[in-house]
């Protein structure tokens, strides 16, 4: 997408779909003239769809203009939340060749207003992390500006992909777990709230890498929204949220060596952790 500028074909849940595709000459250029393509057909899988058993299947779409083939799925089509590859093919003519066909990609999302991450424990984590993206303002619904370039719409269900990355780091910890999304212990705030930063600092990085491609303009007189520097900003928030997950992480499992309520410290007689002037001065005193 040319500077990032053109946003992916996006609807709400249950909206028609008006998918345009263009045909352009081998010198991805010229737009084919409409007069030597003979037809269009397009081809819409949906997101729970096998390749070869698409929804709509080789429908008849409507040669508009030089190049230019348009469709309309029906409401009824985008009825699932998720990408929906769709493709255009043309059957057409290059004034030496007769019959030719070419499949052109049109893809588009389909996302649910109200932003359900769906019927999961992990739920909770999921919305306190976006509590802390959703503010942000340079997106048409709020929230980080990939939520309207990307090629896949980053939301609450993008956030919760990112959940067995944080799994692995809360199990690698020492001492060792073997949490599941579903063992985790949900019903503990702190254990909710461990993992909603786990989830801020993972989606962080994925802004971070997703914002690497950002394009120099060189010699264009055009105005333009400059966001190259958007990685480097999001850097400085990733090095503030970073420490605090460690933090938290750290003290969060030492709670499985069950000393929080004991009456000595990890490090007195039971331990090495303490100065060694302080494990001289209280040796003598049982604790």
Same mark, same amino acid.
């Given at each position: 997408?040319?500077?990032?500028?053109?946003?992916?074909?996006?609807?709400?849940?249950?909206?028609?779909?008006?998918?345009?595709?263009?045909?352009?000459?081998?010198?991805?250029?010229?737009?084919?003239?409409?007069?030597?393509? $003979?037809?269009?057909?397009?081809?819409?899988?949906?997101?729970?769809?096998?390749?070869?058993?698409?929804?709509?299947?080789?429908?008849?779409?409507?040669?508009?203009?030089?190049?230019?083939?348009?469709?309309?799925?029906?409401?009824?089509?985008?009825?699932?939340?998720?990408?929906?590859?769709?493709?255009?093919?043309?059957?057409?003519?290059?004034?030496?060749?007769?019959?030719?066909?070419?499949?052109?990609?049109?893809?588009?999302?389909?996302?649910?207003?109200?932003?359900?991450? =769906?019927?999961?424990?992990?739920?909770?984590?999921?919305?306190?992390?976006?509590?802390?993206?959703?503010?942000?303002?340079?997106?048409?619904?709020?929230?980080?500006?990939?939520?309207?370039?990307?090629?896949?719409?980053?939301?609450?269900?993008?956030?919760?992909?990112?959940?067995? $990355?944080?799994?692995?780091?809360?199990?690698?910890?020492?001492?060792?777990?073997?949490?599941?999304?579903?063992?985790?212990?949900?019903?503990?705030?702190?254990?909710?709230?461990?993992?909603?930063? =786990?989830?801020?600092?993972?989606?962080?990085?994925?802004?971070?890498?997703?914002?690497?491609?950002?394009?120099?303009?060189? $010699?264009?007189?055009?105005?333009?929204?400059?966001?190259?520097?958007?990685?480097?900003?999001?850097?400085?928030?990733?090095?503030?949220?970073?420490?605090?997950?460690?933090?938290?992480?750290?003290?969060?499992?030492?709670?499985?060596?069950?000393?929080?309520?004991? $009456?000595?410290?990890? =490090?007195?007689?039971?331990?090495?952790?303490?100065?060694?002037?302080?494990?001289?001065?209280?040796?003598?005193?049982?604790?």
């Amino acid at each position: 997408m040319a500077f990032g500028y053109e946003r992916v074909g996006r609807i709400f849940l249950n909206n028609s779909m008006v998918l345009n595709a263009y045909l352009y000459t081998t010198d991805d250029q010229t737009l084919v003239p409409q007069a030597s393509i $003979s037809g269009v057909k397009f081809t819409v899988l949906k997101p729970t769809d096998e390749p070869d058993t698409p929804t709509v299947l080789d429908d008849d779409g409507d040669v508009v203009a030089d190049g230019a083939g348009q469709y309309v799925v029906s409401a009824a089509v985008n009825d699932t939340e998720g990408e929906y590859r769709a493709f255009a093919t043309f059957t057409y003519d290059d004034g030496t060749l007769t019959g030719l066909t070419k499949s052109v990609p049109v893809f588009y999302d389909v996302i649910d207003v109200f932003e359900r991450a =769906g019927e999961s424990p992990l739920d909770p984590a999921v919305d306190m992390a976006w509590l802390k993206l959703e503010d942000c303002f340079d997106s048409e619904f709020g929230g980080p500006w990939l939520r309207d370039m990307t090629l896949r719409v980053f939301d609450k269900t993008k956030i919760r992909e990112l959940a067995p $990355s944080v799994m692995l780091q809360i199990n690698s910890q020492m001492p060792f777990t073997d949490y599941t999304i579903d063992g985790y212990p949900w019903a503990s705030g702190d254990s909710t709230a461990l993992f909603g930063q =786990g989830l801020l600092v993972e989606a962080i990085r994925h802004l971070i890498r997703s914002y690497t491609e950002q394009p120099d303009i060189v $010699s264009s007189p055009v105005a333009f929204m400059d966001r190259k520097r958007y990685a480097d900003a999001w850097k400085a928030v990733l090095d503030i949220e970073t420490p605090l997950w460690e933090r938290w992480l750290t003290r969060y499992k030492l709670r499985s060596y069950d000393l929080t309520h004991a $009456s000595l410290l990890l =490090g007195s007689k039971a331990g090495r952790m303490l100065p060694a002037p302080l494990r001289s001065r209280n040796v003598g005193r049982g604790y």
